[in-house]
């Protein structure tokens, strides 16, 4: 009697031949062992074998094997006296290398068409160029009601909320020296601006109504690198009666998330 063939079971994610879609399957251990760093990223610091062990949801015991093999990779390393583990040398060149990779841009100029459709107004991305904010993209609001804005158009520090982004969380030295190109020398010693700058790092979030145009209301967050630093300002833009400004509206919220997801893409969060 001839012996049947096996069955045929898909690994990598196909179909089989008489079965539905299958999810790949990985290597259990190393998914395990890879909660270890993910704990020890998000705690940006070295940690006790106890404390990382918890905040991996495992106990000492068998978070010890997976920290020595880790170690010889060099992904963690132990310090010599406190017995703290921290990232390694390997750990820090992948994530450095990572972020070489990653083109905020890029990663914001795919988020904006949802963003636009979520919010119903147009929205757009900007980063700091040689004298300041400069708008990189613009995606129009899914309505007929449009707000005119183009590439490359200058973003006021003082009056926009992409600009105050920048002014709230740039590095200060190139923050005065543009809202002094700007004519705006003395801004930065107005209670009313650095009150209003100071809510923004607060709240993650700039605020304007009927600012720069009358009729005409924004809101806009940050996106940072991996280092921290404020790389992107994602705005919402639209008339003023179409934009809820409350922090905790729909468009703000979603807005937020937006630049949560793009912050984490970049290397910050985990």
């Known amino acids: ?22 999810r790949p399957r990985g290597i259990q251990s190393i998914e395990v062992g890879g909660q270890l760093l993910k704990a020890l990223a998000r705690a940006g610091r070295a940690l006790p074998l106890k404390d990382l062990a918890r ?20 992904l963690v390393e132990q310090d010599p006296v406190s017995g703290h583990y921290g990232l ?10 990572g972020l070489q990779q990653v083109d905020p841009v890029r ?14 107004c147009t929205v757009s991305a900007a980063v700091w160029g040689p004298v300041g904010p400069i ?6 609001a899914p309505t007929p009601v449009h707000v005119a804005m183009r590439h490359g158009t ?8 992409t600009g105050k982004i920048f002014a709230a969380f740039g590095e200060p030295q190139a923050v005065a020296a543009a809202l002094a190109r700007e004519g705006e020398a003395e801004a930065l010693r107005d209670p009313a601006f650095a009150e209003e700058l100071a809510a923004i790092r607060r709240e993650g979030l700039s605020r304007v109504r009927d600012e720069l145009l009358p009729g ?5 967050v940050p996106v940072f690198d991996g280092f921290g630093r404020v790389v992107l300002a994602l705005a919402a833009i639209a008339p003023s009666a179409l934009l809820d400004l ?19 893409r970049l290397g910050t969060g985990g």
Do not use: C, N, W
Request: no cysteine; aromatic share 2%.
């Open 88 to 97: 390694g040398p390997l750990a820090l060149q992948l994530g450095l290398i």
């Open 55 to 74: 905040a991996a949801g495992m106990g000492a015991a068998k978070a010890h094997p997976y920290l020595v093999s880790f170690g010889k990779l060099g």
């Open 246 to 264: 409350r922090a905790e509206g729909v468009q703000a919220q979603a807005l937020l998330a937006a630049g949560r997801r793009l912050t984490q």
């Open 1 to 22: 009697m001839d012996t049947p063939p096996p069955e045929h079971h898909a690994t990598d994610g196909t179909a089989g031949d008489d079965g539905p879609l299958r």
């Open 216 to 220: 005409i209301s924004a809101l806009a």
């Open 107 to 120: 990663l914001a100029v795919a988020e904006l068409p949802a963003l636009a459709r979520t919010l119903g």
């Open 135 to 140: 708008i990189v993209h613009v995606e129009l």
């Open 154 to 161: 200058p973003a006021s520090l003082r009056h926009t909320g």
